[in-house]
């Protein structure tokens, strides 16, 4: 089997892809990044960020074993440094109930050798050397706060490099979650992810194989996933544009996200992940949305209510369809038992 080089934007062909067999069913992953409250809408700045919303992490805790699920928090330098945050997540990394990754946002990160401003808050924008860095710093950190050294790992604002991979596996870690399919960032600065793969993959590196689980996004209307293409090319013409081809039904870029789609929505995705034979349903939200006011997706406690009423449709959804709940560890054991028999077939 021939491999893909080793960074993330690399993308595999479809054999190489992590499948699903014949008598398997999709699983769905809940992974949150775990972070400070800021003004999305203000420049980037090290300071002058809030951690008002930590308390709001016991809610949602709570919330998730209630329906059986353990999610991920992918947690960063802010959350690390609060020991409210620690104590309640760690608590339940512990008792088994959750997660624990990394997740880098470089502007509040250490160390602090770089100009804040939209482009650097990229992390593969950023030298070599100061990347592995901050990787390290937050690595260890969270070891040190934990007692756990993570090994999933998200770039804030989903800012991959070309030397990510090889960095990351040699610093411990085995599964990244990143890639945002679907989504194309260059015009803040960012990565392209237009033609990433939803199926995971392995990213073969000097240092290690890493495995890249997509956040999930999926293409529907009347051309399916091969509007992916169209949706792209009108889109150029400003976000107004796809909104119109997905009113007309044509095409529909729906992210598994409770900020900003409708729960209807959300389960038509999962229709679509189903039927196209997605082993991982990547569910992704940011944890300030679990207090209104500090995201554009939850302002009112009413937009909070609605926000666990998203779960509740969709977790009901899943299980009508046959989806259970999985774990990062879970993830990583299947795809290490299908490299082993690929590799042995």
């Not at 070599?128 to 756990?148: C, S």
């Not at 793969?197 to 495995?211: C, E, I, R």
Request: glycine residues 8%; hydrophobic residues 40%; negative net charge.
């Amino acid at each position: 089997m021939v491999q893909p080089a080793g960074n993330f934007f690399a993308y595999p062909v479809a054999s190489d892809r992590i499948a699903l067999e014949a008598d398997e069913r999709p699983r769905f992953w809940v992974t949150i990044d775990t972070e400070e409250d800021f003004d999305w809408a203000a420049p980037f700045a090290r300071t002058g960020y809030g951690l008002a919303s930590v308390p709001a992490l016991a809610e949602c805790q709570a919330y998730f074993e209630r329906a059986a699920v353990r999610p991920i928090y992918l947690v960063d330098w802010p959350i690390v440094a609060d020991d409210r945050a620690v104590d309640i997540l760690g608590t339940a990394q512990d008792g088994g109930r959750c997660e624990i990754g990394a997740q880098l946002h470089p502007w509040v990160n250490p160390p602090y050798d770089e100009d804040v401003n939209e482009r650097n808050s990229y992390t593969g924008n950023l030298p070599t050397n100061l990347q592995r860095a901050k990787m390290t710093a937050l690595r260890d950190a969270i070891e040190g706060r934990f007692g756990i050294v993570p090994t999933v790992y998200r770039a804030g604002r989903y800012g991959l490099g070309p030397d990510s991979a090889a960095m990351l596996a040699e610093l411990g870690f085995r599964c990244d979650t990143s890639v945002r399919s679907g989504f194309d960032y260059r015009a803040g600065h960012g990565p392209d992810y237009r033609a990433a793969p939803l199926h995971p993959w392995w990213v073969h590196t000097g240092q290690g194989a890493m495995l890249e689980i997509p956040v999930t996004t999926v293409f529907g209307g009347f051309f399916g996933n091969a509007g992916r293409s169209i949706y792209h090319r009108v889109a150029r013409n400003g976000t107004h544009a796809g909104a119109a081809l997905a009113r007309l039904g044509l095409v529909e870029r729906i992210a598994l996200t409770p900020e900003g789609i409708p729960a209807e929505r959300a389960c038509r995705a999962i229709d679509i992940a189903v039927e196209a034979r997605l082993p991982v349903l990547n569910f992704s939200f940011h944890s300030p949305s679990l207090q209104p006011g500090n995201t554009p997706y939850v302002r009112s406690i009413a937009d909070l209510e609605l926000f666990y009423r998203w779960w509740d449709v969709v977790l009901d959804h899943l299980a009508r369809r046959g989806v259970e709940a999985t774990t990062a560890a879970e993830i990583l054991a299947m795809a290490e038992r299908k490299a082993v028999t690929t590799s042995t077939s």
